[in-house]
C-alpha cells in the first residue's frame, strides 16, 4: 500500500449554529491546516497515489478566502468539514482539520482506522 499527506493552509470564516451559547455563534475566521491522507494498492501511470498539487487546488480553490457558509448546506464545525473532505478528495481515508492552534478534528473513513500513516 502506498501513503501520501498534502498539509494545506486555508483561511476562511464561519458561524457555526450551536445548541448553546457560545462566541462561535458570531460570525468569525481561522487561518486553519488541512492535512489530507490518501492511499493507494497501486501507482497511476505516472507512479502517484495522486498528484499533491491536484489536493491542493481542489480544496485550496473551494475553501479558501471564504465563508464557508455559503458553501456548504451543513454546519461548518470542524468535524464536518474534516468529513466532507475525506469524501471530496479522491483515494482520500483521512483528514485532520486544524481551526486553530490546540483545535483539531479528524475524520477517518470505516476500515482504515488502523492505517500506519
Sequence with gaps: MYYISKRIEIAFAHQLHLTYESKCQNLHGH???VTIYCCAETLDENGMVIDFSHVK???KEKMDHQLLN???DFNPTAE???HWIC???P???KVT???SEGNVACYIKPGFE???F
Design 31 to 33: 487561518n486553519g491546516i
Design 57 to 59: 487546488r481542489q480544496i
Design 70 to 72: 455559503n458553501l456548504f
Design 80 to 82: 464536518n468539514l474534516a
Design 87 to 89: 469524501n471530496e478528495v
Design 91 to 93: 483515494k482520500c481515508y
Design 97 to 99: 482539520f486544524q481551526e
Design 114 to 116: 488502523s492505517a500506519p
